[in-house]
T-cell receptor, first 115, second 109 residues
Framework: GAGVSQSPSNKVTEKGKDVELRCDPISGHTALYWYRQSLGQGLEFLIYFQGNSAPDKSGLPSDRFSAERTGGSVSTLTIQRTQQEDSAVYLC?????????????FGSGTRLTVV | RKEVEQDPGPFNVPEGATVAFNCTYSNSASQSFFWYRQDCRKEPKLLMSVYSSGNEDGRFTAQLNRASQYISLLIRDSKLSDSATYLCGAMDSNYQLIWGAGTKLIIKP
């Protein structure tokens, strides 16, 4: 989506390997969210970054998942020792404010397949 | 009980008909609500935001009922291109959107 770039768009990895997914909220310093969406399911919150505050990691499903955000902009979601149940689309969103309006813009996602 | 609930559907609706679906939320402090549209294998995109009693944009009307804690989405004169999954989100005090699981809509010719 406009304003959020995610890479790679598709990733196939072998079970047990580590993967890194990248999100660049092109508009710079905004709130940034990671979600996971399995086929036919809703959005599963993973982690949230806002400014210099400590990230809200309450949605990370296990300690194999971690994320960082460097310089308040680009974020990397890392999954260690991938499992087949990690297969999903990983979506990144940035929070935007336009006057009194507030909403999210999503990236196009990374489709992760663990084989 | 989930914080934001939606009927997963699918709603099968003939082209040209009017369709409405609801989204209930449990956090009475939520102030802002959103409808997003998600096409198959695509990312969600903002359809409408709802800050007060409602919002209207062409064939689409969103209404908020704070007393009963639900928002609705009404689509008039439905088009084949309206077929999608519609996600409802309620914003909490930390500006985090709490999402429903989505309602699938299928418009049939």
């Amino acid at each position: 989506g406009a304003g959020v770039s995610q890479s790679p768009s598709n990733k196939v990895t072998e079970k047990g390997k580590d993967v890194e997914l990248r999100c660049d909220p092109i508009s710079g310093h905004t709130a940034l969210y990671w979600y996971r969406q399995s086929l036919g399911q809703g959005l599963e919150f993973l982690i949230y970054f806002q400014g210099n505050s400590a990230p809200d990691k309450s949605g990370l499903p296990s300690d194999r998942f971690s994320a960082e955000r460097t310089g308040g902009s680009v974020s990397t979601l890392t999954i260690q020792r991938t499992q087949q149940e990690d297969s999903a689309v990983y979506l990144c969103a940035r929070g935007f404010r336009n006057g009194s309006d507030y909403g999210y813009t999503f990236g196009s996602g990374t489709r992760l397949t663990v084989v | 009980r989930k914080e934001v609930e939606q009927d997963p559907g699918p709603f099968n609706v003939p082209e040209g008909a009017t369709v409405a679906f609801n989204c209930t939320y449990s956090n009475s402090a939520s102030q802002s609500f959103f409808w997003y549209r998600q096409d198959c294998r695509k990312e969600p995109k903002l359809l409408m935001s709802v800050y007060s009693s409602g919002n209207e944009d062409g064939r689409f009307t969103a209404q908020l009922n704070r007393a009963s804690q639900y928002i609705s989405l009404l689509i008039r004169d439905s088009k084949l291109s309206d077929s999608a999954t519609y996600l409802c989100g309620a914003m909490d005090s930390n500006y985090q959107l709490i999402w429903g699981a989505g309602t699938k809509l299928i418009i049939k010719p």
